[in-house]
């Protein structure tokens, strides 16, 4: 465990690169950039109440819980119907207290304004989730990967399985095979019970079946767009600039409390508290082979997360003309195979790829212990370890590095089969040579592969390496506020805060040590964003008004949250 108060030396300058972006979008979804500001310095600024970092699905469910009052981790169904039929009926009828007679007229209840909010993203001109939609459209996939219960919606669990009832798109979800528990026959079931006894129940019960499905993407996408309808989301305002700093300091325009100064090249905002909703946070980086000649980070070569267009122009322009083409994957997870299957799909000659371990293939990217009937017992042991040391590792078993699922896995082999793919385990690239002649790459591998061509263009699919103490907006807050990291993951307290003076959230994979193997996945933006939300509404303690009706105010029968008098 390191201190993240080191120098700003540290900081890597690929993260200096963030870029956020930012538009506001009006009530047609038509974005507005011009709104955003372009002086440094501001004479009449807004003290936001809440400033997200990120309009992916981290930061939409951040944004849909603060306007939700009812979210599903704390009222049941049943209560979900009593606060709504109070809400229906308060104030729309004149009431009379049975016991001295008093009448409470009728009046039209004021709507409670909620906290103002900015988002900054660096695809902000795509509104939420532009990115994520972006990299879908890209690799053209078709299915999510995550269960039914992996979702952003704040109000329900199974708000992913109601969406696709309600409109009748349940053609739309494809079961994951092999992963709920199957019946028995009485002659295994005897046979079991004489033998000795082994503790290997499936991890997921046939009551819950429904859930272990997984959405299409338009699925997937329509229900975001349903949540961001119900809470006027569209609305809010995104912009699009780049982040260089954030302090949390006094300020001239509050010289008795602390707030956020984000400095960014537009401009400084100011906020009460800020969420940082980037996913792994660090720019994502080629990791070079120990001997590379003429490589350059760009040239004929990218990381899956800066793909532009598949395959690259130059491979599709020696397609165009006939020629062989070859093409080179680095990785062993989903994003991969996907590229892979993009590669073959349009027609490139060759594909080869390459994994420094072996082949894992598991329906979801976390173990099903962690979301199936025992996830009580292994979150539990989580949050009980002694040391966030402790809870990396475990972490670590539990995603087990990258890994295809079932449907991918038998893709790759259909094309192995066919002779389009060369698949290599526990292989790693060697030395890399760039011929600006002939735009391809000589490569060696260790162990070596022989008869390997000139390859056309290389994918790096190695992942993100969080690493919380190269981030260069993070300096100020590391010097003034210094905290203790594990691994490249900052030690946050339980409110996934920076520490307990400064209202600084993380969101996604940064909150690891803190949400568990899934805080990476849907599952992790949503327990998140719970989290996030319930400490910033105590820090706001907004007054509410008398005849505002929150759950404290909920009676024990249906009649209880209405006015005596």
């Given amino acids: 465990m390191t201190s993240t108060s080191t120098d700003q030396g540290a900081s890597s300058s690929s993260?200096?690169?963030?870029?956020?972006?930012?538009?506001?979008?009006?009530?047609?979804?038509?974005?507005?950039?011009?709104?955003?500001s372009s002086v440094l310095e501001i004479e009449d600024p807004i003290i936001h109440d809440v400033l997200i970092v990120g309009t992916g699905p981290s930061g939409l469910a951040v944004a849909a819980r603060l306007k939700e009052p009812l979210p599903s981790a704390i009222f049941t169904d049943e209560e979900h119907s009593r606060y709504h039929w109070i809400k229906k009926h308060t104030g729309k009828l004149a009431v009379k207290n049975w016991r001295n007679g008093v009448v409470t007229q009728a009046k039209p209840k004021a709507k409670k304004a909620g906290p103002s909010v900015l988002v900054i993203?660096?695809?902000?001109?795509?509104?939420?989730?532009?990115?994520?939609?972006?990299?879908?459209?890209?690799?053209?996939?078709?299915?999510?990967?995550?269960?039914?219960?992996?979702?952003?919606?704040?109000?329900?669990?199974?708000a992913l399985v109601s969406y696709a009832s309600e409109n009748g798109r349940q053609n739309e979800l494809l079961e994951i095979e092999n992963c709920v528990g199957?019946?028995?026959?009485?002659?295994?079931?005897?046979?079991?019970?004489?033998?000795?006894?082994?503790?290997?129940?499936?991890?997921?019960?046939?009551?819950?079946?429904?859930?272990?499905?997984?959405?299409?993407?338009?699925?997937?996408?329509?229900?975001?767009?349903?949540?961001?309808?119900?809470?006027?989301?569209?609305?809010?305002?995104?912009?699009?600039?780049?982040?260089?700093?954030?302090?949390?300091?006094?300020?001239?325009?509050?010289?008795?409390?602390?707030?956020?100064?984000?400095?960014t090249d537009r401009g400084l905002h100011l906020a009460k508290t800020v969420v940082m909703a980037v996913g792994p946070a660090n720019e994502p980086t080629i990791p070079m082979a120990p001997r590379a000649v003429?490589?350059?980070?760009?040239?004929?070569?990218?990381?899956?997360?800066?793909?532009?267009?598949i395959p690259d122009p130059?491979?599709?322009?020696?397609?165009?003309?006939?020629?062989?083409?070859?093409?080179?994957?680095?990785g062993g997870g989903l994003t991969a195979a996907q590229i892979v299957e993009r590669c073959v799909m349009k027609g490139v000659s060759k594909v080869y790829l390459l994994m420094r371990s072996e082949l894992k293939v598991k329906p979801i990217d976390v173990s099903l212990d962690w979301v199936g009937k025992f996830k009580n017992h292994e979150h539990a042991t989580f949050w009980s370890a002694d040391s966030d040391e402790e809870r990396f590792q475990m972490i670590l078993h539990a995603r087990m590095g990258?890994?295809?699922?079932?449907?991918?896995?038998?893709?790759?082999?259909?094309?192995?089969?066919?002779?389009?793919?060369?698949?290599?385990?526990?292989?790693?690239?060697?030395?890399?040579?760039?011929?600006?002649?002939?735009r391809s790459w000589t490569v060696t591998t260790s162990p070596p592969i022989e008869g390997l061509p000139h390859f056309d263009y290389i994918y790096h699919s190695t992942g993100i390496q969080t690493a919380i103490s190269t981030l260069p907006y993070l300096q100020t807050i590391r010097e003034k506020y210094p905290i203790e990291d594990c691994s490249g993951l900052p030690c946050l307290t339980e409110d996934l805060m920076w520490n307990e003076d400064v209202p600084l959230f993380f969101t996604g994979k940064t909150a690891g040590l803190r949400l568990g193997p899934a805080a990476a996945n849907l599952a992790g933006a949503r327990s998140g964003a719970e989290r996030i939300v319930w400490k910033i509404e105590d820090l706001l303690s907004e007054?509410?008004?008398e005849d505002d009706l929150s759950y404290r105010d909920i009676g024990v029968n249906m009649y209880g949250g209405l006015p005596e008098e």
């Fill in 314 to 330: 130059n491979v599709q322009r020696k397609m165009k003309q006939g020629k062989s083409t070859s093409i080179l994957v680095i």
């Fill in 402 to 438: 990258g890994s295809l699922t079932p449907i991918y896995h038998k893709k790759m082999k259909g094309h192995i089969a066919a002779g389009k793919l060369s698949m290599h385990t526990h292989t790693k690239m060697a030395s890399q040579e760039w011929d600006a002649e002939t």
């Fill in 121 to 158: 993203d660096k695809e902000g001109s795509g509104g939420w989730m532009a990115a994520w939609n972006r990299r879908f459209r890209l690799l053209e996939i078709e299915q999510l990967r995550s269960p039914m219960f992996f979702h952003i919606d704040p109000l329900d669990r199974d």
């Fill in 543 to 545: 007054e509410k008004p």
């Fill in 182 to 263: 199957k019946e028995r026959s009485k002659h295994s079931k005897k046979k079991r019970m004489k033998g000795p006894k082994k503790f290997d129940e499936p991890a997921v019960d046939e009551r819950d079946r429904r859930d272990y499905f997984t959405p299409s993407s338009k699925l997937f996408r329509d229900q975001c767009e349903s949540v961001i309808a119900r809470y006027g989301l569209a609305e809010t305002e995104i912009r699009e600039e780049s982040l260089q700093d954030i302090d949390y300091e006094y300020d001239d325009f509050s010289p008795t409390e602390k707030v956020f100064r984000v400095k």
């Fill in 294 to 309: 003429n490589s350059m980070p760009g040239e004929g070569q990218c990381h899956a997360m800066h793909i532009r267009k």
């Fill in 15 to 36: 993260a200096s690169e963030y870029s956020i972006s930012s538009n506001s979008s009006t009530s047609d979804g038509v974005a507005q950039s011009s709104r955003a």
